[in-house]
């Protein structure tokens, strides 16, 4: 086969290049070179070839910033629907509802239902203030338990939540790994 001799462009190194061969890594800078043959000359030149070690590397670091962005909308959008589910405290201020909260709203409506009719039985003057007291517990126990609804609602949203992001972040974290896996196969 036919053994063209020429010189790296990058450093000047000498080259051997067989017959119809294109691309070349010189030994010395290991830069990658493309063969240009035109008319009886021949020369090496820097190729714009991206080699493909960093083509992969390329592709990683894409993937990445994805994941992160990814990331980012979903906690975006995790705080808009937080925000959907909390309830508003007596002084104004906002919480998200707790499975405690609606129990023991649940168990202050009991104990007034059962005081209401004790004191009912014993003291009938002051039964019409405690078919008040009675009528006031039941709204309470209706408000009990939509916030026993919406605790479940928040928890359950709250758990997809968690493991989107968790996916997220293996996925993340699998970039990683491979990534060092090429770099280490390589060296
Ligand atoms: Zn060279």
């Keep these: 086969m036919k053994v063209v001799t020429l ?10 290049v067989k017959h119809r061969v294109r691309f070349v890594t010189c030994n010395f800078c290991d830069s990658q070179l493309e063969i240009h ?9 820097a190729t714009e070839k991206v080699p493909e070690a960093r083509t992969v590397k390329l592709e990683k670091s894409v993937e990445r910033l994805q994941l992160t962005n990814e990331l980012e909308r979903l906690d975006q959008a995790w705080m808009i629907s937080q ?64 916030t026993l609804v919406l605790a479940n609602r928040y928890s359950a949203a709250h ?3 968690e493991q989107q992001r968790y996916d997220i972040l293996a996925r993340l ?3 990683r790994q491979s990534n060092s896996r090429d770099s280490g196969a390589r060296g």
């Design 7 to 16: 010189r790296c462009a990058n450093c000047g190194a000498p080259l051997s």
């Design 37 to 45: 043959r035109e008319n009886s000359a021949t020369y090496s030149a």
């Design 83 to 146: 925000e959907l589910y909390m309830v508003s405290g007596k002084d104004g201020s906002r919480s998200v509802p707790s499975y405690f909260d609606g129990l023991l709203m649940m168990f202050v409506a009991c104990g007034v239902i059962v005081a209401a009719v004790a004191i009912g039985r014993n003291a009938p003057f002051f039964r019409p203030i405690m078919y008040g007291w009675g009528f006031g517990a039941v709204i309470f126990i209706i408000k009990a338990i939509h």
């Design 159 to 161: 758990a997809d939540y």
């Design 173 to 175: 974290g699998s970039t």
